[in-house]
């Protein structure tokens, strides 16, 4: 069990582990510890001392020693070594320890983390950033699940670490925010077509800006996504029509439509589950996002064309 001001340890010195370190330290974290193999690197090393000594972080020279003088362990590296990483550590730790993993890995790879620490009988903590740390600190929104979350939630929300906590096991927060990502990511994408698309066709980006934000203006964010998909849903057919008139379009521009054939491929599917139909012609209420989500499920299964 964590103490009541626990000593931390950071495997991994760069930015979001420095800044956790000056948010922890302010808020009354007494002891943090950091092992970063860029110490020991002349052309990288420079960097990692300066901000530990500015964080009051104590540099130590191994894995071992870090996790023996430490009870919660964050690992914070790139997230193509993170499950290497995390067997590494295992190795060191026992029951009294807790492993909590920030890095940007799939869930599949955070599961697999959890797995190894809890051989040891140490609680692992799957912890998925959501925002700034070089911003926000310590206090960034994250979720966190596994079987160590609640412990953490408890010790570590008194120093101000801003949470929820999501019910099952290692892999469910980052399956969470790889979610999100889908939305950050596509949503990059698409503004980059788009702002290509207006330069192209000699429109005036600013002009365009505010026509975006209206069919959603007067509706709270957290209704956004159910607003889109629910109308994208059951007017797939007519969207599709739409859509299939603008992908020439957007060519003739000279831009190649990557999103916009993107859009046409995932509407023409959904229209082959005959939302309309199915509603007669009716919008579902935004709240009812999760029931025409089970109608494409059952509709599916009656077309053979499944939920994908």
């Known amino acids: 069990m964590l103490s009541g001001n626990p ?21 009354g974290i007494e002891r943090i510890a950091a092992y970063d193999k860029a110490a020991t690197d002349p052309a990288c090393s420079e960097i990692v001392r300066r901000r530990a000594s500015g964080a009051g972080v104590q540099l130590v020279s191994s894995l071992e020693e870090l996790i023996r003088q430490s009870e919660l362990v964050f690992s914070s590296v790139w997230g193509n070594l993170a499950l290497k990483v995390a067997g ?13 993993d920030l890095n940007n890995s799939t869930p599949a790879a955070k599961k697999q983390a959890g797995e190894a620490v809890n051989a040891r009988g140490a609680k692992f903590v799957d912890v998925a950033v959501f925002g700034t740390p070089a911003k926000e600190r310590h206090k960034v929104f994250m979720c966190v699940s596994g079987d160590g979350a609640e412990e953490f939630r408890r010790v570590m929300s008194g120093y101000g670490m801003v949470m929820d906590l999501l019910p099952g096991e290692a892999g469910k927060a980052t399956t969470i925010k790889t979610l999100a990502k889908i939305y950050y990511l596509g949503a990059q994408a698409l503004y980059l077509e788009l702002a290509v698309s207006a330069r192209k066709a000699g429109c005036d980006i600013e002009t365009l800006a505010p026509l975006l934000a209206n069919p959603t203006a ?45 859009a046409l491929e995932r509407l023409e599917l959904t229209a082959r589950y005959q939302l309309h139909e199915h509603f007669k012609g009716e919008l579902p209420p935004l709240s009812e996002l999760e029931t025409m989500i089970e109608a494409m499920e059952k509709i599916g299964a009656e077309k053979n064309i499944g939920l994908k």
């Not at 964010?221 to 998909?229: G, I, N, V």
């Not at 797939?236 to 060519?251: C, F, G, H, M, S």
């Open 218 to 262: 007067g509706i709270p964010r957290k209704d956004e996504l159910a607003f889109w998909a629910v109308r994208g849903g059951i007017h797939a057919k007519r969207k599709t029509a739409e859509l299939q008139d603008y992908v020439p379009a957007i060519r003739e521009w000279g831009v190649e439509p990557i999103m916009m054939e993107a």
């Open 7 to 27: 000593k931390i340890g950071f495997i991994g010195f760069g930015e979001v582990a420095y800044n956790f370190s000056l948010g922890l330290k302010e808020a």
């Open 88 to 100: 590494e550590a295992a190795r060191h730790m026992g029951p009294e320890k807790m492993f909590a």
